[in-house]
């Protein structure tokens, strides 16, 4: 199929696209790299007037620390975080999962802010941001805010964004998984997008543990790290009833808490 037609529009500045989101509200798209978004316009699934590209903008190019936070501008690729040289050492937990984002090719034009906006339970990018403790920032007209993960995603490709809202970034705590950090997950190729995620980072005293792919949104679990065996094993079995899950063509319900049960312990362990 082919998108209904739609006008295109390549703004100079943050201020000029905020402006277009005012004036067009739910008729306007953002396009970023496109990854996604295309797949939708082809399938008649968005059909907006008016899109918005903001890869080129340089404004929103930046990845940087700033008030203890990893900021990763709205235009920078997944390619180019990976590649970012102090990804290692900023943010420990975003250099293990962001390899298992798509393909090299798609990583070069899908961006981080991107993959937070689309919303998929099953992406590694949300699930990273959950599991951190992260938040989105966005702008409008009528100034800007920050939003934390955990109210940002509200379910399957829904978040907290407001139509006239354009996300220019996002924000990892820095050195969050640099005490231990692990990721897994089960897909049918790799490259496809997980059945199951399994995140974990050490904090303090505690083990954190975000889910992917089997409620509508990344699913979080805070464990004490001192407890015992069989105390863990029975927060993880809550867990997975708790995040309850569904049938698709790709896995029941079922299968999927079947795999938060086998890979969460994996990944706690590698954490701790
Ligand atoms: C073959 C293939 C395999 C893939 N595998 C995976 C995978 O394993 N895991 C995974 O997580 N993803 C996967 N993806 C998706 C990919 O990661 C996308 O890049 C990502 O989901 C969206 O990023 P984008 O920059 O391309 O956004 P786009 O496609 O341009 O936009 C996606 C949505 O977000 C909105 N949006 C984008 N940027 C902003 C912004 N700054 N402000 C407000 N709204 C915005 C758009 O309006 C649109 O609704 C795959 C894609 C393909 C084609």
Redesign the pocket.
């Known amino acids: 199929m082919k998108p209904k037609s739609f006008a295109y529009v390549r703004p100079d500045s943050v201020e000029e696209a905020v402006d277009l989101l005012a004036q067009h509200g739910e008729d306007a ?12 316009l082809n399938l008649r699934l ?1 059909e907006p007037s008016i899109l918005v590209d ?2 080129q903008l340089k404004e ?1 190019s930046e990845i940087g620390v700033r008030d203890g936070a990893v900021e990763v501008g ?1 235009s920078v ?2 390619a180019r975080l990976l590649a970012w040289p102090e990804l290692k050492a900023r943010a420990p937990f975003i250099a293990l999962a962001l390899p ?4 090299f ?3 070069n ?3 981080v ?3 937070i ?2 919303a ?1 339970p ?5 699930l990273s941001l959950r599991l951190l403790g992260g938040e989105v920032v ?1 702008r409008s007209k009528k100034g800007s805010r920050k939003v934390k993960a955990e109210a940002f995603q509200q379910g399957l ?1 829904t978040t907290a ?1 407001r139509p006239d ?4 970034a996002v924000r990892f705590p820095v050195g969050v998984g640099a005490e231990g950090a692990g990721f897994r997950e089960v ?1 049918r190729r790799h ?4 059945i199951v995620a399994v995140g974990a980072v050490k904090v303090a005293g505690s083990i954190r543990v975000a889910v992917g792919g089997v409620a509508d949104r990344p699913g979080l679990l805070e464990l004490p790290a001192g407890g015992s065996e069989a105390e863990r094993r029975q927060a993880i079995e809550d867990f997975a009833w708790e995040l309850g899950g569904y049938d698709d063509i790709h896995a029941s319900a079922r299968y999927r808490r079947d795999l938060v049960r086998r890979l969460a312990p994996i990944i706690i362990s590698e954490a701790a």
């Open positions: 798209r953002i396009i970023a790299g496109g990854q996604s978004l295309m797949a939708m968005v903001i890869s929103l709205a690729t997944q298992w984002v798509g393909h090719q798609t990583r034009r899908g961006t802010c991107g993959s906006a689309h998929d099953s992406s590694e990018l949300p966005l490709l964004r809202e354009l996300i220019t897909a490259g496809d997008f997980a």
